[in-house]
Each structure stands twice: as structure tokens, then as C-alpha cells.
């Protein structure tokens, strides 16, 4: 005979991995139900990924075969435990209320691959059960829609409480993003002054229904200029993520961005560096590696400003091919690519917990 003592007994034996304490003392569970050999409850947990759901489960029917029966079912109804997000409340948000973490992802020189970061950070973070948003905010040069395979799409729209909305495009990799570039014809330049920037970008935040999401990835121009200030002026970021080269110019910019964005009036907090095309390992010989354009270049500036490194990613051909091919690199299962990257979005992950906890 299952009763409710022999269930909540067996899981006072189940550990909440994020909080460290069990699922009874933590008062995670609610709306236990038994029926014959099916028990069935909501259990609140800190992570909502996949993996995680999966892995408490199969705890969680351990321990209940140990303490209840060895003929025990359960049905669980996993919710979202809400962390407190001190002064980055979603609800002093001017944006994006709906969004629990909003990462913008910044470079201070062009051409550093920081788009080819963002769009593999978010979907790595699909890949792990979140939902995700992307807003593509390098309004001269979008480049979402292609590394996403999403070129041809277009926005829908929607009537939320009488207004109209627009929708944003469902990528195949479960990450919803907006572009100017879904809106600008291939061979069009953006050519406009930083007011119409800043109500472009104000408009893909606010006159989008992005509904509930875990993570918002916000992919900046490169540069200090009109977007950073209006986004940090209107949306108290979670964190920044910087990327940078490992040559002496990259690494200057870079510096300047950290710095842009620990100015008084701007604050926002630096998740950390990315070193992306840290080295080169040729196919035929996957035992040396090149340094093309520099050793540790990020390293050595994280340690210098006592910032993270979050990542060193590789210089290879087939992360170019996969974001030209509309197919994140970190999807490609099994690759040392893929690894890196996944690297990445462990590393970004963990510091968002951190912060939020």
C-alpha cells in the first residue's frame, strides 16, 4: 500500500543538484496524488533543460523503488523554480518583461566572429531544452537570418490585449529570432542615421510577442555607439559576453568594450571573454595546432582585468561552413567543434546561475 509518507520519506532522499537541499526540506513538491502504484506531483526544479528533468526523474524513481515499491510509476509536472534577479527584475524591465535572462553578446572590433558566437550560444541553449530568443541588433550588417537558414523567412504578426504585433520567425534549430535582415532586401544597404537604429531596435523588442522565454541573446554591433546605450538605457541586462581575437588589435577593442560597459551610468555585469579563432589544427594533422593570430591573447587580457574566460574556440572551416549553411556548428553532434561550443554554453549557463541565484 503507497502512502503519502512512504512517498514524501523516499523523496526526502532526492537532492535538488542547484540549491543543494532535498526536494521535502526545499518544499519543492505540490499536488501529490496517488492512484493505485502511479504517483503523480509537480516538483519545482532550478534548471528547466531537458537533461536535467530527465536525470531528476530517474532519481527520483530510485528512491521511491527503495523507500515505496519496487512497482512504483511516476508522472511528474516539472515548473520553473524563479531565482531572484536582484536588481535586474524582469519587472524594471522597459523590454522584454517576459524574458528571465537577457544576454548581449559584444565586440569591440568587426570581423571577430561574435555573430557566429551568438547564434551558436543560442543555439546550444535550445539544444539544451531552453527557450530562446535572438534579437539581431548589428542593423548594418544582419546576419541572422542566414546563419539560421531563415533568409527567405518573415515575420507573422498577432493581436495581443487589441494591438497589433508582430511574430517572431521560428528557426528549425527552436530559436525564435528577429532581423532587419527579414525586412531588407539581399543587395540593400541600411543606410540610416542612429535614431532610426534606436527605434528599429526598440521596435523588435517591444512590437514583438516573444512570449515566455529562458534566454534572450542580443547580437550587437560591433563597436561603442547609439544601440549599446539605448539597450543598457532601457534593458537592465543579466550580462555581457565579449568577443575578441587573440591579436593585439582585437584585444584593444576588446578592452574598450569591457570598459564601455563598467562606466558609471552603464554598468552592466561581464560574463566574460570569448577567445574565438584561438588556434587552427589542420585536418591531415590533428595533433599540432597553429597559432595564427596569436597565443592566449584573451586569456591574458581576462586574467588582466580579472574577468572570466568563457571560452577558446577553434579557427575551422567546417564552423564556417555550418553558419553559412544555416546549421550551428555546435548541432554537429560528436565534433570537436561542437564541444567547444558546448564548452561556451556551459560556461555562460553557469555564470548566469550565479548571478541569479
Known amino acids: 500500500m503507497i502512502t503519502e509518507n512512504s512517498v514524501m520519506k523516499g523523496l526526502s532522499y532526492v537532492i535538488e543538484p542547484d540549491l543543494k537541499k532535498d526536494l521535502v526540506s526545499a518544499n519543492l513538491v505540490s499536488g501529490l496524488k496517488i492512484e493505485g502504484n502511479v504517483v503523480s506531483f509537480n516538483l519545482k526544479i532550478s534548471n528547466p533543460a531537458m537533461h536535467s528533468k530527465q536525470r531528476m526523474e530517474e532519481a527520483v524513481l530510485h ?33 522584454l518583461h517576459s524574458v528571465k535572462n537577457i544576454i548581449a553578446v559584444a565586440s569591440g572590433k568587426g570581423g571577430v566572429g561574435k555573430s557566429t558566437i551568438t547564434a551558436n550560444i543560442a543555439a ?33 504578426g498577432i493581436q495581443i490585449d487589441g494591438k497589433q504585433k508582430m511574430t517572431p520567425v521560428e528557426s528549425s534549430w527552436g530559436v525564435n529570432i528577429m532581423s532587419i535582415g527579414f525586412f531588407a532586401q539581399a543587395n540593400q544597404a541600411v543606410v540610416w542615421r542612429g535614431p532610426m537604429v534606436d527605434s528599429a531596435l526598440k521596435q523588435m523588442a517591444n512590437d514583438t510577442h516573444w512570449g515566455d522565454l529562458d534566454y534572450m541573446l542580443i547580437d550587437l554591433p560591433p563597436g561603442t555607439g547609439d544601440v549599446h546605450l539605448t539597450l543598457v538605457q532601457n534593458i537592465p541586462l543579466t550580462g555581457i559576453v565579449v568577443v575578441s581575437t587573440p591579436q593585439p588589435v582585437a584585444l584593444a577593442d576588446a578592452r574598450k ?101
Open 63 to 95: 528512491y521511491l523503488k527503495i523507500h515505496v515499491s519496487e512497482d512504483v510509476e511516476v508522472e511528474i509536472e516539472f515548473i520553473p523554480l524563479e531565482k531572484h534577479q536582484n536588481k535586474r527584475e524582469s519587472s524594471q524591465r522597459k523590454m
Open 257 to 357: 568594450a569591457v570598459g564601455m560597459f563598467n562606466m558609471d551610468g552603464i554598468a552592466s555585469p561581464i560574463l566574460g571573454l570569448v577567445e574565438n579563432m584561438s588556434y587552427f589544427v589542420p585536418e591531415d594533422m590533428p595533433e599540432k595546432k597553429y597559432y595564427i593570430f596569436g597565443k592566449d591573447g584573451a586569456k591574458n587580457l581576462a586574467e588582466e582585468i580579472n574577468v572570466p574566460l568563457l571560452a577558446q574556440i577553434p579557427l575551422e572551416t567546417s564552423v564556417r561552413e555550418a553558419g553559412d549553411a544555416g546549421r550551428p556548428a555546435v548541432l554537429q553532434n560528436g565534433t570537436p567543434q561542437s564541444e567547444a561550443f558546448m564548452d561556451l554554453v556551459n560556461s555562460v549557463e553557469s555564470k548566469i546561475n550565479e548571478l541569479t541565484e
Open 124 to 156: 546550444g541553449l535550445a539544444k539544451k531544452g531552453y527557450k530562446v530568443g535572438l534579437i539581431d541588433a548589428d542593423i548594418y550588417g544582419p546576419s541572422m537570418p542566414l546563419m539560421f537558414d531563415e533568409a527567405q523567412s518573415v515575420p507573422g
